[in-house]
């Protein structure tokens, strides 16, 4: 059943993670109005980049953390201390997404970002506890 999860579950929910980011990456790029100039707040072209670079950096770890966990391949493939180190922080990004999820659930009022706000930490979670159970996993040797 938790072979299931892992390998099957987490790869999904990492990739609906991918779709949600580049999702709102489309949105808030194209499809709000460009207020820069009347509120001066143009962003400098490096800002710019840097911001697009981690962004394509996050998608990346995402991407590359349900392709190692969904795909025998891949995980066949993958060095064993690029996949230690690649799903621990993966796994410790999401705590971090999981509690600020929940922070903003905690400061904001009830409503349907609540309920967003509280899916979004379980999933981060589970996800979290995936990663880090696969990285114990292959530390341990114990054949996956």
Do not use: K
Request: with cysteine; proline share 4%; glycine share 8%.
């Amino acid at each position: 059943m938790m072979t299931v999860f892992h390998r099957g579950v987490v790869p999904v929910l990492l990739l609906v993670q991918v779709a949600y980011v580049a999702l709102l990456e489309f949105a808030f790029t194209f499809l709000t109005p460009d207020t820069a100039e009347i509120d001066h707040t143009d962003p400098s072209t490096s800002a710019t980049a840097l911001y697009a670079v981690l962004v394509a950096v996050a998608l990346l770890a995402l991407a590359g953390g349900a392709a190692l966990l969904g795909s025998a391949q891949v995980r066949e493939r993958t060095p064993r201390a690029v996949r230690v180190g690649w799903l621990t922080l993966l796994g410790l990004g999401e705590l971090a997404v999981a509690a600020m999820f929940l922070r903003n659930v905690a400061a904001g009022a009830s409503g349907p970002d609540t309920l967003i706000g509280v899916l979004a930490s379980v999933a981060s979670c589970a996800i979290a506890v995936s990663c880090l159970t696969e990285t114990s996993t292959v530390l341990r040797g114990t054949p996956a």
